[in-house]
């Protein structure tokens, strides 16, 4: 069956300090991968998806960007947080090609201070 | 691009009793219309979904019931129970090979009381 991690579970950053989040997913081949974010209490926006190795399609234009250099693998980067950056960072997939359900990783908490 | 609108954004019910929760979507071409249940603190689970070819789609005791031509969507929850207090979440794509881009809908928080 299908395994989606994220890492780390939970962050403390200051403003202005670098960032670097991991989503990685087992028991699948080439899969759709998806970043989302949830401000406090809100619903979930998506900031990128990847239907392949170096494909990166942005959805909300912002200092954040992202990166697939393994086919499992999705990273989520800036290089200066900011404070509205705070919330749950979740990393998603889907099967490849025409494939509908798509499952969630258990997410990254993060506060910038 | 697709904007979601869910309503309530709050929900109160008597355990026993019915909810229903109606989102609404702008883009025609959208044909894939998932539910998401988040509990407090965890990651949203998919708990239904329905596509553009189906009215309507049952689980157990939730159902999602689609109107194409109105262009809205709904999720009903019977005999509600303490475990389904939680945030709910519509969503909506257009499936593509360019991947499932899901717009969701603000949520609505369910509390069921005993």
């Known amino acids: 069956s299908q395994t989606i991690h994220q890492w780390p579970a939970t962050l403390v950053q200051p403003v202005g300090s670098p960032l670097s989040l991991e989503c990685t997913v087992e028991?699948?081949?080439?899969?759709?991968l998806y970043w989302y974010r949830q401000a406090a209490g809100r619903g979930l926006q998506l900031l990128f998806y990847?239907?392949?190795?170096?494909?990166i399609s942005s959805e909300v234009p912002q200092n954040l960007s992202a990166s697939r250099p393994q086919d499992r693998q999705f990273i989520l980067s800036s290089k200066k947080l900011l404070l509205s950056d705070s919330g749950f960072y979740l990393c998603a997939w889907s099967g490849e090609g025409l494939s509908y359900e798509q499952y969630f990783g258990p997410g990254t908490r993060l506060t910038v201070t | 691009g697709e904007n979601v609108e869910q309503h309530p954004s709050t929900l109160s019910v008597q355990e026993g009793d019915s909810a229903v929760i109606k989102c609404t979507y702008s883009?025609?071409?959208?044909?894939?219309f998932p539910w998401y249940k988040q509990e407090l603190g965890k990651r949203p689970q998919l708990i239904i979904d329905?596509?553009?070819?189906?009215g309507e789609k049952k689980d157990q005791r939730i159902a999602v019931t689609l109107n194409k031509t109105a262009k809205h969507f709904s999720l009903h929850i019977t005999e509600t129970q303490p475990e389904d207090s939680a945030v709910y979440f519509c969503?909506?794509?257009?499936?593509?090979?360019?991947?499932?881009?899901?717009?969701f809908g603000g949520g609505t928080r369910v509390l069921v009381k005993p």
């Open positions: 329905i596509r553009s070819n189906v």
């Open positions: 990847s239907v392949g190795i170096g494909q």
């Open positions: 028991g699948t081949s080439n899969p759709n």
């Open positions: 883009d025609s071409a959208s044909n894939y």
């Open positions: 969503a909506a794509s257009r499936l593509s090979t360019a991947g499932n881009k899901l717009t």
